[in-house]
């Protein structure tokens, strides 16, 4: 599975968009890109996924570049429950499938009063 | 509806002691995972099962550990001769199938395991 790259640490205003990069510069083509959050001693928890197009849900929304080289996950109104720390994971799709997430460090969120 | 569970939450343990950590997944999930958390590291993987099948064990750091889910719901993760770089969180996740590549995993709330 493709390797990321996330910036440690990152802050955000209480109310704005909070904007989290993730670098998978070698990705393969059935390769997708995953985030979850892990909220201080919580166990990690699914937030979005997507292979090429652009995607939103109720928590964020997930915009990948044209050569997939690169991801940056949107938090649209950050709220301080959101103070967490953001993994991005690459891993292969269906069809030769892996199942284990591999996480690297992250991105510790820490959304400002 | 109930999320994965673990037992116990805390286990201190004496070096050279075994220890078994259970995980309760949720019901109708296939799939069960059992990874390993260091303090400011996020989780590394050591094992998973769909169903009693053991379909990855790569992760395993050693013999001393080892896992099983002989009716295809709850695991154990046991780990014998403990030593103190074995101290950590255990968590484990479940999802509902390992057949698509959009399984979502649910984590449990992780067993603390410190030997001393």
């Known amino acids: 599975d493709a390797k990321t790259t996330q910036p440690p640490s990152m802050d955000c205003a209480e109310g704005r968009a909070a904007n989290l990069p993730c670098n998978h510069s070698?990705?393969?083509?059935?390769?997708?890109v995953y985030w979850y959050r892990q909220i201080h001693s919580q166990g990690p928890q699914y937030i979005i996924h997507?292979?090429?197009n652009n995607e939103t849900n109720e928590m964020a929304s997930l915009i990948i570049t044209e050569d997939r080289k690169s991801s940056t996950l949107i938090l649209p109104h950050a709220t301080l429950r959101d103070t967490a720390v953001y993994y991005c994971?690459?891993?292969?799709?269906?069809?030769?499938?892996?199942?284990?997430?591999?996480f690297g460090t992250g991105t510790l969120l820490a959304v400002q009063p | 509806g109930a999320g994965v569970s673990q037992s116990p939450r805390y286990k201190v343990t004496k070096r050279g002691q075994d220890v078994a950590l259970r995980c309760d997944p949720i019901?109708?999930?296939?799939?069960l995972y059992w990874y390993r958390q260091a303090l400011g590291q996020g989780p590394e993987f050591l094992t998973y099962?769909?169903?009693?099948?053991?379909?990855?064990k790569s992760g395993l750091p050693n013999d001393r550990f080892s896992a099983e889910r002989p009716e295809g719901s709850i695991s154990t993760l046991t780990i014998q001769r403990t030593e103190q770089r074995d101290s950590a969180m255990y968590r484990c996740?479940?999802?509902?199938?390992?057949?698509?590549?959009?399984?979502?995993?649910?984590f449990g709330p992780g067993t603390r395991l410190t030997v001393l």
């Open positions: 019901s109708g999930h296939v799939s």
């Open positions: 996740a479940s999802s509902h199938s390992s057949a698509s590549g959009y399984n979502e995993q649910f």
């Open positions: 099962f769909n169903y009693e099948a053991q379909q990855d």
């Open positions: 997507g292979l090429k």
């Open positions: 994971i690459v891993r292969r799709g269906p069809g030769g499938a892996t199942n284990k997430l591999i």
């Open positions: 070698t990705i393969s083509g059935n390769e997708y």
